[in-house]
């Protein structure tokens, strides 16, 4: 059996949560079943990022010539930081969703 101990002051959603209580509840089977589908999700879409990556890292560092505006370059230099910032932030949070999912103490 597991808890998810998960305080919303950690993930500074706690003024969001603020009036929800700290009863224990039953997550449902059909809640889980319909997060797990979300989360499954998740990863098809971090499939698909990667292969779109890896193919764009081929394209740079292939010997074909390319050119490009100084504005263009720097557009994609500030998306290269943007979807790096989003996924250090996904992770980040990933991690400590998993470390706020233990197995139950009895």
């Given at each position: 059996?597991?808890?998810?101990?998960?305080?919303?002051?950690?993930?500074?959603?706690?003024?969001?949560?603020?009036?929800?209580?700290?009863?224990?509840?039953?997550?449902?089977?059909?809640?889980?079943?319909?997060?797990?589908?979300?989360?499954?999700?998740?990863?098809?879409?971090?499939?698909?990022?990667?292969?779109?990556?890896?193919?764009?890292?081929?394209?740079?560092?292939?010997?074909?010539?390319?050119?490009?505006?100084?504005?263009?370059?720097?557009?994609?230099?500030?998306?290269?930081?943007?979807?790096?910032?989003?996924?250090?932030?996904?992770l980040d949070i990933a991690k400590?969703?998993?470390?706020?999912?233990?197995?139950?103490?009895?």
């Amino acid at each position: 059996m597991y808890e998810i101990i998960a305080n919303p002051e950690d993930y500074k959603l706690d003024d969001l949560i603020k009036g929800t209580g700290n009863a224990q509840i039953e997550f449902s089977e059909q809640d889980r079943k319909k997060w797990a589908t979300e989360i499954n999700e998740f990863s098809k879409k971090l499939i698909q990022f990667s292969e779109k990556s890896q193919e764009l890292s081929k394209i740079l560092s292939s010997s074909e010539q390319i050119t490009a505006t100084p504005a263009s370059l720097k557009t994609l230099k500030i998306q290269l930081f943007i979807i790096n910032d989003a996924l250090t932030s996904a992770l980040d949070i990933a991690k400590q969703l998993e470390s706020d999912i233990v197995p139950k103490q009895t």
